[in-house]
């Protein structure tokens, strides 16, 4: 018998090269009974190479090829030790290359599915050459115009992923249509249509039964040629008889070959239920539902699960709600105490507990059901009627039938889910708009849509199609989580993440090693990184997955689902360790320990029960609202049960949901049970027949949601005097009930009441209680819900009902018999302006007002949709909160006097800051310069700047200033440079004095810094320092010119600053080529001023305005400085002149460098070279008077997609490591800067800079005509050129320079052919000539025409 298992090599090495095994005895594949077939399956691990049978799942490629010449490879488990990653792509790359061979066969790369890519294994296909092989694969469709290898390995993947053979499928029968876009917006990604007729052959085909009864999805997931994606149902095809498959152009992947197999991968199926995970918990979190709701939810859950073990009702809605629906049937029929059904039930239960862990890894994880929700597809609106923020949700519910969910807020989830999401209300159209993972949309009905049941249907209209904001998903298979529970629906709003389309790398022809290279160097590691530090981020910072970190985490983890390798920025590769336990965690843990306790238990495996009786199955039956049954097949059953036990089911009336019954069900109920007129009233929904409410009221507020309501009391039948006993049995026996009074033809009101009402007390109702005015006798019919909210408290006793916010004298609704002379029964107050101040201008007053009508209609307590629509009266989920994807900045805290400790400050320093100013400089004249240099940072940093001022004063008066040490204070607080200039410049001193005049530069540098703060103290200092700037250099004034073009904000206030310093120089252009530098450096000074107005447009005061695109947000830390030209001279003082305490070392200038951390889950336009604005974007705590916002320009010099670094102009503050900064983007300044060191060396270097420098300047120039043969040139007429051809190559050859210009298809390109001819003939041997073009066409053209 041959092996099951064989072992081809024993710990293999990374560095094999050759896989060839000869005589080996295979495992026999086979095909067992049901048709399944088993295959070879060859599996890598770092401790050997085996073979093996394993199961092979069907898909096209071996449906139509012999299974026999395949073979299933599997790396999941190859990891070498010790090596890192890329020696294990290396590995499985060369076996791809070389193939298998195996009892001298040769078995090559074939090809693979999604899914198996990201598991790691592939299909190996038995072949004579690998060329054959790649032809055989080329063969299953037509690839050619796919230049990308990872997406034509996505798309081959579509033929091996798994499907069934459903169905031979002519391609008369199908239509290509277009998708539906809006805007270049696409709607409809991967979602088709089908015909009713094709689907219930389809489903046959398949042989689909729910509940032993045939069922016809309404939604396929289909593979059939080279479409992907889903077919929904779409009637309207079978009234078109127009095809019965539309294929949309998105659902065309490649064209497909003759294989006319039509697979169905999977279907909407009913009652599959949500369940909240890690995920879902993390994003619930953090937009508001706090962690109270989820330890009630799952407590509440545990136990439900708990009783399970002895409860009938219980275990009929676990059964039923996992899925396991002829057990919960059997359990119903056989009761609990049967001993196989008892062992069936510990076996779900078990089942159910065992998967709080997940396989792989044995790590707890959360799978709390939520009975509120469904996981279902999404499918597109065909017709294009739910508005943007709208959402179609129509299920199978238990014995309801297939109902809507309509009219009330619900929160949709897709897998894996990381960002929180948004939710925008549009009041006028009363709808949702929602964007990001978690969506938060309006469900409406569309009588249109009602034919697709258990899908989720999107709106395909507005701006955004919502899919693909949920984790980037589409409509080609995609699942979403709905729930519409009012708990678990988030009250917080977040802004969305747009999730980017990874690029593709395209190449030429794909060949068959492109493809096996992209599978051997797949790999998700970094999808897990990132996994894991957003799991690990989210527990350390407040805000949840609200965190700049988690939102930038969950940008890099969307592409790495796209297959994108990704670099981790090195901020968010160590988070901090959480301080507090983590929602999820706290879940988890509870769980856990929940169910080991629960399985260690004995008593619960052994699932103790006690004997019910027919009557206590009748009743388990009747109030399970999970059971996967119709209502009429559960009151069959309940009749059944009765009949044999000779039961009456008149008491149970009060829990039949009639209101699921069609029309026939309901006639065939009646006579079966024999009801008479009173009964009949109760099975028929009697709110359509209100004596008291017109049909216009009800069709225009009570139909759309249709109320489900049975009457339970009219005034028309029983009297006003029966109106307390009614109410007394209304709040007794059921939980929905809706009250109408009415006054008179022009107001009638409704009272919806929900929940547990105690009678003969003052009961807290909080938002239990709607209540609906109608005034149809307005100009405008009015009809008006308003809910109370808490604080309301409902008194019912005897004669009276009162209805009242807290205190009795704050009364809505008062309802009471009046006095026994009183000739009316019952008479009502209300307090209209709490409905409406319309309500009460066209009513004036209702204050003890006889009432004409009263009806009570109730709602049956076990009609969980009838629950829903009533509880819309009541139910609203505000939007209590925006949550921004970027929080606002919050306020810094700025540094003062009063958080210095003293104690640890030198001596001298508190006595200082408490001095007046004669003292304080008194003390100022005994430091030395190093402490004057301490004091004034000390002083600069927490603001003290009026006593920097007499700092720096008494630095630059000392007898060992240093020009160095003054320079860079100057630079770092420009503000000082007026305190030197005032005490510099006096009386007849016009220029600034030796030795300052060494720092000239930095002085006038100094002096534009402040134009922003101080533009009229900035325009005199110039004037004043007229001479000093003659006295510059061209570079130090270009240089000059160059500071001011980037750091003086205010549009006009730059263009005085500009045109101020040129005046200041027009002395010095006498020169043609120093005013032609002068002038140049001036216009590109203007240039790029006018360039960053532009791109971040600042008012008067210098501060950036609204931008078209918001800033970015960052953080800014230290970098070290980037040297500054040397100073001219320094005045060092010699040792013999001074103390040796008193030497100081001239410093370098330094421009501050900072590193932005930028967010890589935000668009981010600066890049290198370009000039930021960085502006704070909060203010200080407890702000000054004094504060001014301090706005930094600067340049980037180092970019990567994660930080930049920026060298600026100006010094920040000294909190900025503490503080959130704006970032504007002010343009690039590459092109600038390279034209301003152009024109500086042309100045500076002439000749060497260029030979043409004379004529670019304006210079005289002397004679350029070459001498000797040359002109000869000058007057010859070409042959094949007219006059214009000729003169043009005539003047180029008799000259250094020539601009030939002339419209297309003039002959130009062939007159520099004939230029290029002529000047070669001139060179001697070895020279060659260098020829240029603005493009490559433009070169290419040249060189084939010449032969170059």
Known sequence: ???????????????????????????????????????????????????SLDQFSSNRVLQTDDQTLFIAASFAGLRFKDVSSKVNIEYIKRFLKAGLVLNGKNYWFYGHSNSQLRSRSCFLRQSATEEDMHARIMSLGDFGSIKSAAKLAKRIGLLFSSATLDWTLEPTYTRDIPDIEVDDTLFSDGCGLISQYLAQLVARQKQIIFRQRRYTPTVFQIRYKGYKGVLMLHPELDKKKDGHVHFRKSMKKFKGVSNNTFSVVEYSVPYVYSRLNNDIVTLLSALGISTETLLRKLRSYLTWLSSARNNLDNALDFLSSVGEHDLAERVLLEGLEDHKVQGEVTKALKKEFASFKKIENDKDKLRLLVQNSRFLFGVCDPFQILEEGEVFVRVTMPRSGPQTIHSCPVLVVRNPCMHPGMFVELIKKRISLSIGDCLKLRAVDKPELRHLVDCVVFASKGKHAAPSLSSGGDLDGDKFTVIWDKELVPPKIAEHFLYPNVPEKKKGQITRQDLAAHFAAYNSISMGRAANLHARWVRCRPEGAMSSECQQLNALYSKCVDGALIRIPEHLRTPPEPTEPFIVDVMRDEAKVFAQEWMSNEENVKLIVNADSDIQTIKALLTSDRISMTEFQVLQTAARIAQRSLINLRPFFPLMNFSALAATEKRIISDMFGMNYEENIVLWNSLMRSDLLDQSAFQRDLREPPLRLHRLYTTANQGLSGFFEYLKRSLEYYKRRLIIIKTDDRFSAGIFIRGEIRWDEEYPVNEDIAVFAVTPTASQSMSLYKSTVNGYRLHCSDGLFQLYNKQIRDTWIFINRPPNESRFELQTSIALQKISSQTQKHMGRIRQTPIIGVEIHVVSNQDRIAHQIFDLRLDRVPTEEKLRSIAKAQPYVRNTLSSVNWEKEPEGYKEFFQFSQPRAEELLKKKTLDELDDLLDFSLTHHEENRAFWIFRAMYSHQHTSSTMIAEWLLRYPDLVYNLLHSILIEDVRQIPPPLCDIRQPILDAVILTANDAPAACTFALQKLRIDINLLTFDQYADLLWTAATVVRAHDLVQDVLVQLDEQRSALNTEDSLKYAHRQALQIAFERAEEAYEECPCDAQGRPTKQRTPPARVRIHSKKGRE??????????????????????????????????????????????????????SRPEKQPLSWKREILDGIITVSFRDHVEITLFHHPPPEYESMEWSLYDCGSTATAKAKLEAVKRLNSEAYEACAFHKLITGAPVDSLLPEGPASSLTTTQWEGFNPSQSDAINKSCGTSLSLIWGPPGTGKTTVIVKILELILKQLDEGEQILMAASTHNGTETISCTTGA
């Open 1 to 51: 018998m041959p092996p099951r298992t064989v072992v081809l090599r024993d710990d293999p090495s990374p560095d094999d090269n050759d896989w060839t095994f000869d005589k080996v005895t295979l495992p026999r594949a086979y095909t067992n009974q049901n048709g399944i077939y088993y295959g070879l399956h060859l599996s890598f691990t770092p401790e050997k190479i085996t073979l």
């Open 1124 to 1177: 500054l030209p040397e100073v001219d001279a320094t005045d060092k003082p010699q040792a013999q002149d001074v103390q040796p305490a008193e030497i100081h070392e001239p410093r370098s200038l330094k421009h501050p460098i900072v590193v932005a951390d930028i967010r890589v889950d935000k668009p981010f336009t600066p890049r290198l070279h370009s000039h930021i604005r960085l502006a704070p974007a």
